[in-house]
T-cell receptor, first 113, second 113 residues
Framework: DTAVSQTPKYLVTQMGNDKSIKCEQN?????MYWYKQDSKKFLKIMFS???????INETVPNRFSPKSPDKAHLNLHINSLELGDSAVYFC????????????FGQGTRLTVV | SQQGEEDPQALSIQEGENATMNCSYK?????LQWYRQNSGRGLVHLIL?????REKHSGRLRVTLDTSKKSSSLLITASRAADTASYFC?????????????FGTGTRLQVFP
């Protein structure tokens, strides 16, 4: 009974390709997030959605486009991948806005070669 | 950068000893959280302390918060090998009033059996 699940767990791709990471939560939460963790373990928010509405877009290049078809899903599409995009991407969710305890997925390790 | 800082960056102790990690942050907060990340896994929420609280306990965890110094500490008592992980503090973004979590740089804890 995985609470926040994201796929794939590992993704290796060439520069210039377009790829997607999917995320689903079965917790009934209203808010979902994408975080990026770099090689130094530094975690930074990229996006947050509340009930399918974009709330936070943290100056991420527009090659990154989140899509929330419903409040249980938040997918991340990345166009024209660059070497610097290599990182671990975490999906997370929280119950509502204002309740900031977050539940994280297992992460997607993206390697761009 | 709003990123908080943690020290030490790395900590090695023997089972049974106590581990103390410190976190400093930069802006006013509503609450501060601590998360644990096992190697290759997602983050797991440990404890949340509100800005009007000074100390909180959960099992072998004790968290303190000093808003005047913009600092917090996490104490793990009677540590176990299974406590080996990276520990992150995270604050909410009081200024933007969003659900964004601002993470510290993390402390890598190694507990030797």
């Amino acid at each position: 009974d995985t609470a926040v699940s994201q796929t794939p767990k590992y993704l290796v791709t060439q520069m210039g390709n377009d790829k997607s990471i999917k995320c689903e939560q079965n917790l009934g939460h209203d808010t979902m997030y994408w975080y990026k963790q770099d090689s130094k373990k530094f975690l930074k928010i990229m996006f947050s959605y509340n009930n399918k509405e974009l709330i936070i877009n943290e100056t991420v290049p527009n090659r990154f486009s989140p899509k929330s078809p419903d409040k249980a899903h938040l997918n991340l599409h990345i166009n024209s991948l660059e070497l610097g995009d290599s990182a671990v991407y975490f999906c997370a969710s929280s119950l509502t806005q204002g309740n900031t305890e977050a539940f994280f997925g297992q992460g997607t390790r993206l390697t761009v070669v | 950068s709003q990123q908080g800082e943690e020290d030490p960056q790395a900590l090695s102790i023997q089972e049974g000893e106590n581990a103390t990690m410190n976190c400093s942050y930069k802006t006013s907060i509503n609450n501060l959280q601590w998360y644990r990340q096992n190697s290759g896994r997602g983050l797991v929420h440990l404890i949340l302390i509100r800005s009007n609280e000074r100390e909180k306990h959960s099992g072998r965890l004790r968290v303190t918060l000093d808003t005047s110094k913009k600092s917090s500490s996490l104490l793990i008592t009677a540590s176990r090998a299974a406590d080996t992980a990276s520990y992150f503090c995270a604050t909410d973004d009081y200024l933007s009033n969003t659900d964004k979590l601002i993470f510290g740089t993390g402390t890598r804890l190694q507990v030797f059996p």
